[in-house]
C-alpha cells in the first residue's frame, strides 16, 4: 500500500485508533512494522526481564513503546531503559525520557535496525545502544560517542560486543551473560 502523503506528524501517529497496526513514523511517512518472530520475541522478552531484573531503581524497562525522535519520526525500540519518574500513562517518550534503545535484529529489520536506528537514536540524543543478532546471539553495545557523522550530529561508537559476556559500567554496572537471553 502507497501512502499519499509524507507530510504526517507526531499528532496524526496519536490520533490513529488504539486497534491500529504497529507502526512508525520515518520522516513523514507512517510505515507498518513487519509481525517479529517467535526467536525474535523471546530474545526481546528475556533481556527485557533481564534488565528489570537488574536495573538500578532510577531505571524501568520496557518494550515496544514509541519514541518521538523528531517532529515527523517516532520509531518503537524491541526494549528500553527509561527514566523512572516517567509516567507509566504515557505511550509515546521523548529521547530525554530513554536511557538505552534496543534492537533485536531479524531478516526484515537488518539495514533498519542495523544502520537507520541507530543514526536516528544518536541523533535524538539517546546515550546507549545496543543490537541484539540473533543467530547465534550476539549483543553489540554502543555509546554516543564525540565522533560527528555526515549530518553533523554525534554518532555512537562501540565499547562492547560477545555472544558469551557483556560486561559494562554504564548505564549502569552490566554483566550481562548471553546465555540468559538465548532462548
Do not use: C
Not at 55 to 61: C, F, G
Not at 120 to 127: K, L, N, S, V
Amino acid at each position: 500500500m502507497r501512502q499519499q502523503r509524507a507530510d504526517y506528524t507526531l499528532e496524526d501517529l496519536l490520533a490513529l485508533p488504539d486497534d491500529a497496526p504497529r507502526v512508525e513514523l520515518v520522516d513523514g511517512v507512517i510505515q507498518a512494522t513487519p509481525s517479529p518472530t517467535l526467536g525474535h520475541q523471546d530474545i526481546s522478552s528475556l533481556l527485557w526481564l533481564w534488565l528489570r531484573t537488574h536495573a538500578p531503581a532510577h531505571l524501568r524497562a520496557a518494550q515496544a513503546v514509541g519514541v518521538a525522535l523528531n517532529a515527523n519520526t517516532s520509531r518503537q525500540p524491541d526494549v528500553l531503559l527509561r527514566r523512572a519518574h516517567v509516567s507509566g500513562s504515557r505511550s509515546l517518550l521523548t529521547p530525554d525520557d530513554v536511557v538505552l534503545a534496543v534492537e533485536v535484529v531479524s531478516p526484515g529489520t537488518r539495514r533498519t535496525d542495523r544502520f537507520a536506528k541507530p543514526g536516528e537514536y544518536a541523533a535524538a540524543g539517546i546515550p546507549f545502544y545496543w543490537r541484539v543478532e540473533q543467530d547465534p546471539v550476539h549483543l553489540y553495545a554502543y555509546r554516543r560517542g564525540d565522533r560527528i557523522g555526515p549530518g553533523g550530529e554525534r554518532q555512537y561508537e562501540l565499547v562492547a560486543d560477545s555472544a558469551e559476556l557483556i560486561e559494562l559500567t554504564d548505564p549502569f554496572d552490566i554483566k550481562l551473560p548471553i546465555t540468559e537471553i538465548t532462548p
